[in-house]
């Protein structure tokens, strides 16, 4: 009788470990047959995501100012060029050297399809924080797409093409007469991605005697996220069509650096802030 039971326990554990080793063998195998044929024959979408899809070299703020302050002080920059076309700057396309470009564009830096509505929404947004930062008076009118034009363009290091900026330039028309400019801006140029600006004309309330270039500079190095400036050391007093000036040096990168200058023409009253090389 005990004899008996040991073999029906024997053949209680035998049977599952014959299953389970019968399984490991023939499962697998009968199981992508099973998926082979629920595959076959059908059309099947996956959604998935392309390497590097949407990704964009993202350049500092420091990188910004000095690439746009390369294509702006070194290009005798072509107004109206159709959309599409290169200005170059300094040494010739393909040579060493300073090679900066501006090119005239139809899409933002998503590559996404944009018109000059977009431009003046913004603009007038950053004028308020230009406001707020001390940068202008009050008084100065917001940008009214009636009387302005907006072209967009990028700026870019053509030796690096990943390296460039974005920018709406924001300019009051020629085409209307009679528009009165006190207390407008003049001509903007404007990061396309945040909308910070990063040189600006207008025509304001101001005397150059109340403008303090210094506060006006750090404050400005302060809205876009600069290091602080320092003064330029020796300085043409013939640099500029005005004698009511004072630059500045900006940190631009590793081994770069950026132009800033405050001024002021005296008789139309417009004050500035621009950068250059």
């Not at 499962?27 to 959604?47: M, T, V």
């Not at 005697?209 to 043409?236: Q, T």
Request: include cysteine; aromatic fraction near 12%.
């Amino acid at each position: 009788m005990a004899a008996g039971m040991g073999r029906g326990t024997n053949i209680i554990f035998v049977v599952p470990v014959a299953l389970a080793v019968a399984l490991s063998v023939w499962g697998p195998e009968a199981l992508s047959g099973y998926q082979d044929r629920s595959l076959l024959g059908k059309i099947h979408r996956q959604e998935t995501e392309a390497s590097g899809e949407g990704y964009r070299y993202e350049l500092s703020a420091a990188e910004k100012v000095y690439v746009l302050s390369q294509a702006l002080g070194s290009v005798s920059h072509t107004e109206g060029g159709a959309a599409g076309s290169l200005v170059f700057a300094g040494e010739p396309y393909g040579e060493a050297g300073g090679d900066y470009a501006f090119i005239t564009n139809q899409k933002n830096p998503s590559g996404e399809n944009v018109s000059g509505e977009a431009a003046y929404a913004m603009c007038s947004r950053s004028l308020r924080e230009l406001k707020e930062a001390g940068l202008l008076p009050e008084s100065v009118q917001e940008a009214d797409p009636a009387f302005y034009d907006a072209v967009l363009y990028s700026a870019i290091d053509v030796r690096e093409p990943r390296s460039y900026v974005a920018v709406w330039k924001l300019s009051l028309s020629d085409r209307i007469r009679g528009v009165r400019k006190e207390n407008r801006l003049m001509e903007v140029y404007m990061d396309a991605d945040d909308g910070k600006i990063y040189e600006f004309y207008a025509r304001t309330e101001w005397e150059w005697e109340e403008i303090d270039p210094d506060a006006i500079a750090r404050a400005w190095c302060a809205y876009l996220g600069l290091e602080n400036p320092s003064e330029c050391g020796e300085v043409n007093p013939l640099a500029e069509a005005t004698p009511y000036f004072k630059k500045y040096v900006v940190p631009g990168g590793p081994e770069e650096r950026t132009v800033m200058t405050v001024g002021f023409y005296e008789g139309i009253r417009e004050f500035f802030v621009k950068v250059s090389w």
